[in-house]
């Protein structure tokens, strides 16, 4: 499912961006109770349920978990357990205080309606262990579905989460935070997610990291990635600016290909393959500064790009290990003779650069 946070301060605000959230393709809205300047719950509430054009997920961060409200923590719970009353599809809770509130909603729990547990670690993404004795924590807690919400350091964090999430036994949310933890977002149907968060505009984000939810459906095919989805994907550092992904997701689509290629923002390319190679992983391009220290990695290079010292281009062979290649030079002398009407050969020229 693809749910969309409202920010807005007022309940116009919220209304206006839940119709846009409907229009964008979203399945679900999360209200955000702590983003209201003002808050009368029973009128509030009974107005933003009711009026609500999406199923609504209520959530009212403290700010000891990441939100925005400092109040009466009774009041706080008391909203929530009214948003429950008043229709709302499902309600988060943190992990701090979920066994009272669960226990005090446990005999009034209306059919169809879910808790949702979640905790957030704003710091780091835990060991394997650690995050799997997290998950057992929440789920001891009577919550309907888990969420864990983590922070990458480095890429390679994502894929804990991934195996936490696809052999989970009860529906989890499994988020990484940061513009490292982006493919947890877009994968997430991939392996298992029950939802993931897709902002309304790039300046409305709930959390580190979020794409907004028409980058999620329209550049990366959100719709479409299923757990045959293969991955592909740029690798970088800087690497959000590429369009690469505008360019593969959209010509896949054009031919049904099940793949998807993600944005890969990575800082130790050794440590990258060694996690991500037995994955759904297939090919990759490669781009500053990786080009060289990526030759290491590699099973098998193309003679040319051996030569070259530098590889762009990373294909997986049947036997899961990679293969390597450079296109660039092709490119460079292909635009060269085009526009030379000839061949280079024989003929003197010169580089210019600064390096």
């Not at 994955?279 to 099973?299: N, R, V, W, Y």
Request: aromatic letters at 8%.
């Amino acid at each position: 499912l693809l749910c969309t946070p409202l920010m807005g301060t007022t309940v116009d605000q919220m209304l206006l961006e839940m119709r846009k959230a409907k229009d964008i393709g979203a399945d679900l809205v999360e209200i955000r109770l702590d983003c209201l300047r003002t808050f009368n719950p029973g009128q509030v509430l009974n107005i933003l349920i009711k009026q609500c054009p999406l199923p609504t997920l209520v959530t009212y961060r403290p700010v000891w978990e990441g939100g925005q409200y400092e109040g009466d923590e009774n009041k706080r719970q008391d909203a929530l357990r009214l948003a429950m009353e008043l229709g709302a599809a499902y309600v988060d809770i943190e992990l701090e205080v979920a066994n009272d509130f669960n226990n005090s909603i446990a005999a009034k729990k209306p059919d169809g309606f879910k808790i949702i547990v979640s905790s957030h670690n704003f710091h780091n993404t835990p060991s394997l262990e650690g995050i799997g004795n997290l998950v057992a924590r929440i789920q001891a807690t009577g919550a309907d579905i888990v969420k864990i919400a983590t922070t990458a350091l480095d890429i390679t964090d994502c894929a804990r989460i991934f195996q936490i999430t696809v052999n989970s036994q009860i529906p989890m949310i499994g988020i990484v935070m940061g513009e490292r933890g982006l493919i947890s977002r877009i994968l997430s149907p991939k392996f298992g997610g029950y939802l993931t968060f897709g902002a309304l505009e790039a300046g409305a984000i709930s959390a580190p990291g979020q794409p907004t939810a028409k980058d999620l459906v329209e550049l990366y095919n959100f719709r479409l990635i299923n757990p045959d989805t293969k991955v592909y994907g740029i690798i970088g550092k800087p690497v959000g600016h590429s369009k690469s992904p505008l360019l593969f997701n959209e010509s896949w689509k054009s031919i049904g290909l099940n793949s998807v290629y993600v944005h890969l923002l990575v800082d130790d390319v050794e440590k990258f393959f060694a996690t991500y190679s037995a994955l759904d992983f297939f090919g990759f391009s490669c781009t500053i500064p990786h080009k060289e220290a990526a030759l290491k990695c590699m099973a098998e290079i193309d003679p040319i790009a051996k030569k070259i010292g530098a590889i762009n281009n990373i294909v997986k062979r049947p036997d899961g290990k990679f293969k390597a290649y450079n296109t660039d030079y092709i490119g460079a002398i292909a635009g060269i003779e085009d526009e030379l009407r000839s061949p280079l050969a024989g003929k003197l020229f010169v580089v210019l650069g600064a390096g």
